[in-house]
């Protein structure tokens, strides 16, 4: 399903790039998910650099408009080629206007142990145990009158128990959120897909208040690692919350305990 | 000096912006230090922006090309003015070329105490006792035969004793660089020049292994809070090293001990 929904076909000109937002992948009210976004604009990316075993390494991305699902053109500005590290500049054109636009470094990425600094995953229950105990998301599913987000049928997140209080109105106010995340159809992990999973889960702020929609400014993935098959360790926590905007970040371990992607993002909140 | 070195006078279209890349900013060999890039991308982007009372809120920025010293062109597109916040790209352009490319967003920035999650800063000896210790940087001006880098002048930075073993041939192996960092002519810090303090010191890696220079590929500041007068303390820490590439987040302080500035950057390293 990832990959379906991530094809990009060649425009008309040769940095345009013709792709399907497709309903399969929004969270609430059709709104795609933005990780989602994220991975469709790096296989632009990669697409328009033409460097075959190279991946995005580092990507930005900036919300300019609200996106919506459908045919789309991604607009893409190769600004490097490089030896090291080639650039891109990808645009998500939606009814003629830039809705998102991602700026993405591309270059190889080996299968390699940390040189120093590895950190390891959080202590958390295991995967079976996360939705054996009600960690399955979206709790939201039980209630008929409010059926689960479209996503949650092609990404599963088995949340650590000890994290997911705010489902059922007790946030633990610690503003961190512990899952295992994987693909419903049993795709595996690639750093493509990565994109997807950096943010792919709701804001972590809401275990500290389940407040409205926490709509990201501008969020920035790194990806440091091919990751090994089976699920991945997410860890996502919030930093500051001041001025109306928060800070979050994540971070995700392959089935080894390895560091394969990180992400920051600044977002903006309203406190009740 | 740093309001004169980051002045932007209107080009020729009214998206190009005039500006003189100085050598007082530079480090090394005449390379303008990244930081001051990434201020005077800010205030170009602010000109075309032109929504008085706001400021540089969240930045990333993308090296394309080498920079250089001497007169250049800033190019804007103004991505969206909005309610709550805008967006800008700005890239500077040297020799018909682009150097370096930012994306801005750009909103209101109160003087206001966090909601939540207040970091305050690390424990660390006074500025003076910094300075008295020999953490004045750069070490490197007491031999002759290697003048310290002409931003020294312009911007000071007092190492924490306990951080600063690299300069002399011994890195602690934390990978953790602490300072207390000011402007010499003792202008006070504002938002813009946050976003010259997020990268105006040398790599954290040098805490860990002194090698050559680590360029950054793609970096992100937030600015926070708008801070007070006085000096900022800055904490500048390594992640994971993995498959030649680095990430280092920074944290900076004002004189109240507000966290007023937050950056992650992803590099490359080459380790011994």
Known sequence: MFDEATTVRPGERPDEWLVDVRHELTIVNGHPNGGYLLALLGRAGLAALDEPGRHVVSATVAYLAAPTVGPAVVETTVQRHGRTASQVRTVLMQDGRPTVEAQLIVA?????????????????????????????RPEVAEDPGFPPPPITKVVQVAYDP??????EGRPSGVGEIRAWIRFVDGRHWDPLSLLLAVDATPP???????????????LTAYIRAAPAPGPLQLRFRVGQIVDGRVDETLDLWDSRGRLVAQSTQLAAIRLP
Chains 1, 2 share one sequence.
């Not at 202590?123 to 399955?136: F, I, K, S, Y």
């Not at 972590?204 to 501008?218: N, Q, R």
């Open 108 to 136: 190889g990425l080996a299968d390699a142990e940390p040189d120093w600094g590895a950190v390891g995953p959080p202590e958390m229950p295991d995967e079976a145990e996360c939705l054996a105990t009600g960690g399955r």
């Open 162 to 167: 000890a994290t997911r209080g705010w489902m």
């Open 204 to 218: 972590a702020t809401f275990d500290i208040a389940f407040t409205g929609w926490v709509p990201t400014l501008s």
